[in-house]
């Protein structure tokens, strides 16, 4: 059932999720922006900036806050791309993997939430079109190999149980 304050839970760590990815990609192309994988990772990133500005709208078309910690998960996001640039192309697509499953389930729980409330149906909408592109930035970093980055299993455990705490605090915080 849908409530307000489920929803600016929502809106929020939405915004915070995209910053923090929109802020990974800058991370990884900071450091791998001469090679291959630069052109692949510069789409994903221009497309989590148009998730990040509308979040941005739907924060103030909702009146939700940000979260305070806005600063950290844009500071996160740029040191948790660069170390995995900085471990190689196929380990910044093994951030991307385990990052994006995360917030591809995510938001899938966020659309079964909501799609059956009062919530705008193009709000809904919106969500599942983020949770696919979310969900095609995996496929493309599978295509490129992020599977088989050293140490792969490590990584991705690593990777994905700080995006599932950072969920939790950016929803509240």
Known sequence: MHNKQQLAEFLRVDHAGERAAQTIYKGQLAVLKNQP????????MEQEQVHLDTFDTLLNEYQVRPSLLDPVWGF???SLG?????L???????CTIAVEEVIGG???KQVDALEHTDVDPELVNTLAQFRDEELEHK?????????????????KFV????????????EKI
């Open 88 to 94: 190689g192309p196929k380990a910044a697509m093994a």
């Open 82 to 86: 660069m170390v995995s640039a900085a």
């Open 159 to 170: 990777i994905q149980t700080g995006c599932k705490a950072a969920i939790k605090v950016a």
């Open 139 to 155: 496929d493309i970093a599978v295509a490129s190999e992020g599977e088989k980055a050293p140490a792969y299993q490590l990584l």
């Open 37 to 44: 994988a630069a052109a692949e990772i510069q789409h994903m």
């Open 106 to 108: 995510h938001y899938q």
């Open 76 to 78: 996160a996001g740029f």
